[in-house]
């Protein structure tokens, strides 16, 4: 069963983006402006709310928790 985790190499903020890419097996290039792209079509708030709670409860790589 694959996790995501917030990705230690290739971060640009917290590392999630890059994460959900390794997770799976994606450019983050490509991840990345999903998100971008999701933030204006849906307004910032929810993809932001999303992205913070996401730094917080998604565990970084090499963490055991």
Same mark, same amino acid.
């Given at each position: 069963? /694959? *996790? +995501?985790? *917030? !990705? /230690?190499?290739? *971060? +640009?903020?917290? #590392? =999630?983006?890059?994460? @959900?890419? /390794? %997770?799976?097996?994606?450019? &983050? !290039? =490509?991840? *990345? =402006? %999903?998100? $971008?792209?999701? %933030?204006?079509? %849906? #307004?910032?708030? &929810? @993809?932001? =709310?999303?992205?913070?709670? #996401?730094?917080? $409860?998604? &565990?970084?790589?090499?963490?055991? !928790?």
């Amino acid at each position: 069963m /694959k *996790r +995501i985790y *917030r !990705s /230690k190499d290739g *971060r +640009i903020i917290c #590392g =999630i983006c890059a994460g @959900v890419a /390794k %997770t799976f097996d994606l450019d &983050p !290039s =490509i991840v *990345r =402006i %999903t998100t $971008i792209v999701l %933030t204006f079509a %849906t #307004g910032v708030f &929810p @993809v932001l =709310i999303g992205y913070v709670v #996401g730094a917080f $409860i998604i &565990p970084e790589e090499g963490d055991l !928790s």
